[in-house]
Each structure stands twice: as C-alpha cells, then as structure tokens.
C-alpha cells in the first residue's frame, strides 16, 4: 500500500493505461506541457508525446466532441475539463452525443469516453469556479457518473472508466486532490456500480460521496463520542446508476437516513436517495429522510457569506440530533 | 468521371430521388412519424464527393438529413426504410429514426440532429484515423446554417492546428429552415470563412455531379495525402420543405423554378444523351425499374418488418452489462 494524493492517484491511472493500451489518449486545457491545473497527468506529455497527451483551445465543446467521435473508433480518450462550471459548454456533446449514440444507433457505435472534471467549492471562488453539478450529470440516460472520496477511489474508478465501454463522467473535488491516502500497490479496478459502508453503525445512515463522506465521518465520529448515537455512513461513489439495493439495506437496518451533498438542494443526490428509499424501504423508516445540503444561491465570494452557504459536518450532527429530537 | 460510372451514378441518383419521393408519400400516409427531412434537389452534392472518395472505407458523417448519405456509404435502402417506419429491422433498429441513420459496418457514422454537432466528432474520428496510422479520410457533410454554430469555429481551429484528416462538406442550399442565408449570415459564401483557419476551400457548381467530382476529387486527394483538413463548399437547392411541416412561405416559387432548370439528374441524364451514351427510353426504364425495385423490396420489406419488441426498450441504452462486468463489479482478472 502507498499512501500518495488524490492527484497522485489520477495520474497512476491515467499512466499505467496509457502505457498498457496506445489507444487511451488524454486531452484538456493545460494537461500536458504545463502538467495539468490539479497535477493529475503531470509527466505524462513528456512520457507520451503531444499526439497522445493533448494541450487543446479552449474549445470544451469543440475537443469533447472530437473525444468521442475518436472513442467510436476504438479511441479510449480521458478528457479533462478543467471545473465544472466549464463542463457547461461540452454537455452538448456529452448528453446529445456520447450518451445517446448508442441507443440511436441500435447498439452500432459506443462512446468510450471518460470526462473527468473538478467541482465543488474550493475557496472563495465565486459564483462562476464553484459550482457542484453532479445534480445535472446524473440523470442522462446512457452516461455512467462517479465521483471519487479517496485516492484509492480516484485511482481504481478512472482504471475501471477507462476500460468500460460506456460513457463515464468522473466528479471530482477542487479541495480534495492534495488528500493522502492508501492505494493498493498492484493494479486495482475499483467497481462503477455500488456503493461502500464506509464505517458500520445501527441507528442512522449518514448517505455521502466525493467531499460530503468526509462530513459524515467525522459527524458520525461526533455523534457516537458525545451524543452515543451510532452512525452508519455510506459511501456513494456511484451516482449514476445509484445503488437501490444498498440504500436499501442501510436504511433497513438503521431506519433513519440524512443525505449529504455539497450540491444545492432542489433536485439532486438526496432528493434521489430519497426517492429510492420511499421505493424500497418505505415502511422500514422510523423517522422522515431529511437532506444536508448548500443554499440555492449562486456562490458568494464572500468568506462569511460562502462558508454559510456549504454545509459541513456540523450540519450533518445538526440533522440527526434534530432528527433523535436532542436538537 | 468514366461513361459507366456517371450512368451507374445517375442510376444511384434516381434511386436517392425516388426514395424520398416515396418517404414523402409514407408520411403523408402516416407510416413514418417524427421529423423527415428530404434531400431532393442535392444529389449531386453526396455523390459527386463520394465518387471521389471511397464509400465503405471512409467514414462519413452528416446531420438529420442523411438517408441518401446512408445509401451512398452501401446502406441497405431496405434497412435505412425500415428504420424511418420505426421498424426492428431498421439500420438503428427502429430506435434511430429518420434523423439518426447509421451503418457502422459501412462506416456511416451517422446523422445527428444537432445543427453544428457532427463537425467534432468528425474531427475525432479524424484524430483516430490519425493514431490508427489508417489511409481513409473522415468526411462531414452539413449545410450553410450549421457554420454559425461555435462548433464551427472550434472544430476548424483543431482540425488545422492538428492536420487531421477531415473534408468538410458545406452543402449551401441558401437556407435554414425558412431563415436565408443573407439573414442569417454575414458571409453568403461558406468557404471564405474558414481561411482564417488556413484551411484550403473551394467552392462549386453543386447541381453538377461531374464539376462536384473534380472539385472533390482535389479535395479528397489533399486530405488522404495528410495534408491535413479541407473546406469544401457546394452550391444547392433543396426543392422540398425543410422538413415536412414547411409550406416554404418564405422564398418564391419562381426562385424554385429556377433552380429546377438545373436539376441534377436531369443534368446528368441530358449529358449522357448528348454524348450518345443512353436514349430517353433507357432513362425512362431506370425510373420504372427502381420505383419497382422500391415498392417491391425497400417498402414491402418496411411493411412486413416486425416493431421492436417493448421489453427490450432499455437495450442499447449502456453496453451488455456481461462484457462489462469487470468494471462495474471491480473483479477484473
Ligand atoms: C442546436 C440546434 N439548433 C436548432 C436546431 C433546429 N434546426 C434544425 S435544422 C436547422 C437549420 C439548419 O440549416 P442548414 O445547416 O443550412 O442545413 P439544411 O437543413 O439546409 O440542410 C435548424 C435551425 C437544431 N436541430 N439544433
Ligand atoms: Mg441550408
């Protein structure tokens, strides 16, 4: 096991691929002679050549769709959209192309593309380098979204994106690609669908992924050391298909749940997973689903006013202890 | 261009005309639904390109008016039919429909509905060409209006800046929907644009199929060369509606008259007269033949096809999850 950084991940990945199989190439803005804005395929230029690691305009919807119309030939390409809040511009090509182009094709082409990107609020951003929109990614028909809390999850899910054969949009977190962590030394394929119980625990799911797991932890932490509640926190790395049966099996041991997402509220992750438990577990609850989640306000640049804006852990103590009514 | 080829490509035409002529009829009779956008009165635009390449070996990409592209490629009439009757059989299967055609095996990479989506793919398809060390050549076709989209601009910009091999196609029928050209576009002639790109373009005579092969035929050879992308611009008129609903209020019937004078295939067909290489009669058997042809193959064979099946709805939507397993379980081998 080594412990190296979330960066650090994303780059073994993308270098042990790209050395196995000529045809995984990378493109984005500043990826390659300058090493890429999060480090995440630093030395890979140099390793690789131009035609393989490609420094592309500022053209996100322009180089998106020639990854794909290249993944319909075989083409493996890792495309790097440098935030989120420019992913905007290539959702055309991801959506009305890569995700669809199956299906209109009766199974003919397939996209194998991977679109990694960096959200989340980082510091004092502003509106327009903060935004979270997994919310948007995750109900395309056709697109696999998954979104890493870890340097193992960073570099097992990329290993297995790359290899799949469908379209997969990787979520990524502007505070998180400097976070240390284990990652096996052998080659690891981390599953697309699922999700993990991060730690165990009897009397509430705190239901998380990317960033908010770490909020769950840390509550859940807080919440048995102070207030002797046991939380359970699930890992949701895969966003797209979300996993019914293993929301399933928390909730209908614990028979409480708070979602936490750095996402605004209206339409997203917890209303999802609340939809999902309404569907499977319904009658197993012992108190209504309740969402940790930020303001439905763009993001202030603000420091006060963009820390009130992303919830964090204590919010998620908040939720369960007003939920156990010790609030 | 040889005298057998230009009377197999007037044969080809005929077909490509008469095919839409009878998708018009199935529409009205209620057995194709959704959009269809017909291409009658651009013939010469698909053939005389593809006469210069090599339909099957390159790929080709278009937008939503794409049948006759399908069928120049080495579609099956029958298959890309049956796909506008929404029929099992059809080359997507029927999940496809008119505007989303697609032959892979003949390399036709498909008709998409976005006005200005296909020039990125196409230039992906190019850059794979590219890494695959392959000899074809990627070819898009779309009209005028798609050249105001920003997909445009960007796609030119990478496909100079990294030679990749992609012929543009701008078949400049004058209008998007009801909106001409002049009021829509501060440039009425497409080719000009791309210079800024130092992209090699030409424009030309689009109703004349042979004057489009030789322009094409330059065009084709610089790009399979690897000389890098080329900017192709043809002069055309669609005689029909942009799409069915269009009762094309918005140009003059006289206009229409006019370029009918100088239809392709009429063009064509009066040339090869002339020169002594078919009669009338021969041409008059060649529309009977394929109308025969269409109504006793392409459309029976439409009708007869099943409806896909409602339990196989979500099929196509991801890959068969078997080969995937893997991936999405995390036990690779
Ligand atoms: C992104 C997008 N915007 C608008 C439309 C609606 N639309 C469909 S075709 C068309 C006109 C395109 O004209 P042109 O590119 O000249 O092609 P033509 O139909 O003349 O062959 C428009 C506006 C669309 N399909 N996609
Ligand atoms: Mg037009």
């Known amino acids: 096991m080594a412990n190296i950084m979330y960066w650090e991940a994303i780059q073994r990945a993308h270098d042990e691929e790209m050395a196995r199989d000529p045809l995984v190439i990378c493109m984005g803005e500043d990826i390659g002679v300058a090493g890429g804005t999060y480090k995440a395929t630093k030395g890979l230029y140099e390793k690789y050549g131009p035609l393989r690691v490609m420094d592309t305009p500022i053209s996100e919807g322009g180089f998106t769709g020639l990854a794909v119309g290249a993944s319909f030939l075989g083409v493996r390409p890792i495309v790097e959209i440098m935030s989120v809040n420019f992913a905007w511009l290539a959702m055309d090509q991801m959506f009305n192309s890569a995700a669809k182009v199956r299906y209109m094709s009766g199974g003919q082409l397939t996209a194998p593309c991977v679109f990694r990107s960096a959200g989340g609020a980082a510091h004092q951003l502003g509106a327009q380098h903060s935004a979270r929109m997994e919310k948007v990614f995750m109900g395309i028909a056709g697109l696999r979204v998954v979104t890493p809390s870890n340097p193992k999850q960073a570099y097992g899910l990329l290993k297995s994106a790359i290899r799949c054969d469908d379209p997969v949009f990787i979520n990524e977190h502007e505070l998180m690609y400097n976070m240390k962590g284990e990652v096996p030394d052998g080659e690891y394929f981390h599953p697309l669908e699922g999700s993990e119980v991060t730690r165990a625990g009897t009397d509430v799911t705190l239901f998380g992924y990317n960033i908010s797991v770490h909020w769950c932890l840390k509550a859940a932490e807080i919440l048995d050391k102070q207030y002797g509640i046991s939380a359970e926190v699930v890992d949701l790395y895969s966003l797209a298909p979300l996993d019914r049966a293993g929301i399933k099996a928390s909730v209908s041991k614990t028979h409480r749940a708070v979602v936490a997402e750095e996402d605004e509220a209206p339409v997203g992750v917890g209303s999802e997973v609340i939809a999902i438990i309404n569907e499977e577990c319904f009658f197993e609850l012992d108190a209504a689903p309740v969402r940790v989640h930020s303001a439905l306000v763009p993001q202030p640049y603000n420091h006060t006013l963009e820390k009130a804006t992303i919830p964090d852990h204590e919010d998620v103590v908040k939720a369960v202890l007003k939920m156990f009514g010790k609030a | ?333």
Request: net charge negative; charged share 30%; glycine share 10%.
């Open chain 2, 1 to 333: 261009m040889k005298i057998e080829d230009k009377k197999r490509v007037l044969r080809e035409m005929v077909l490509h005309r008469r095919f839409e002529e009878r998708c018009y009829q199935a529409y009205i009779e209620r057995k194709i639904g959704g959009f269809l956008h017909l291409y009658p009165g651009q013939e010469a635009c698909c053939n005389g390109v593809m006469e210069a390449a090599r339909p099957g070996h390159d790929y080709v990409i278009t937008g939503y008016r794409d049948h006759v592209h399908a069928i120049k490629c080495g579609a099956d009439p029958k298959e890309v039919m049956a796909e506008l009757y929404g029929k099992e059989t059809g080359s997507s299967k029927g999940r496809g429909g008119s505007m989303h055609i697609f032959d892979a095996g003949k390399r036709f990479m498909g008709g998409y509905a976005l006005v200005g989506g296909p020039f990125p793919l196409a230039a992906g398809i190019a850059k794979a060409i590219q890494l695959k060390g392959g000899d074809e050549i990627a070819i898009c076709f779309l009209g005028d209006a798609a050249n105001n989209q920003g997909t445009f601009h960007e796609t030119m910009n990478m496909a100079a800046l990294w030679k990749l091999p992609v012929l543009f196609v701008c078949e400049n029928n004058l209008y998007g929907i009801g909106t001409s050209i002049e009021r829509s576009t501060a440039v009425i002639h497409q080719h000009k644009r791309v210079a800024a790109y130092n992209i090699p373009a030409d424009e030309c005579d689009g109703q004349d199929v042979e004057i489009v092969y030789q322009h094409a035929r330059k065009a084709v050879d610089h790009v399979r060369a690897g000389n890098g992308p080329y900017f192709l611009e043809l002069m055309t008129y669609r005689y029909r509606g942009h799409s069915m609903s269009d009762s094309r209020g918005y140009r003059s019937r006289e206009e229409e008259e006019l370029w009918k004078q100088r239809d392709p295939i009429f063009i064509l067909r009066d040339r090869l007269i002339a020169e002594g290489a078919m009669t009338m009669a021969d041409y008059e058997a060649i529309e009977k033949e394929t109308d025969a042809y269409i109504e006793n193959e392409v459309i029976k064979f439409s009708e007869e096809s099943p409806e896909p099946r409602v339990e196989d709805l979500e099929k196509y939507v991801l890959a068969d999850r078997e080969t995937q397993l893997p991936w999405l379980t995390g036990k690779a081998a």
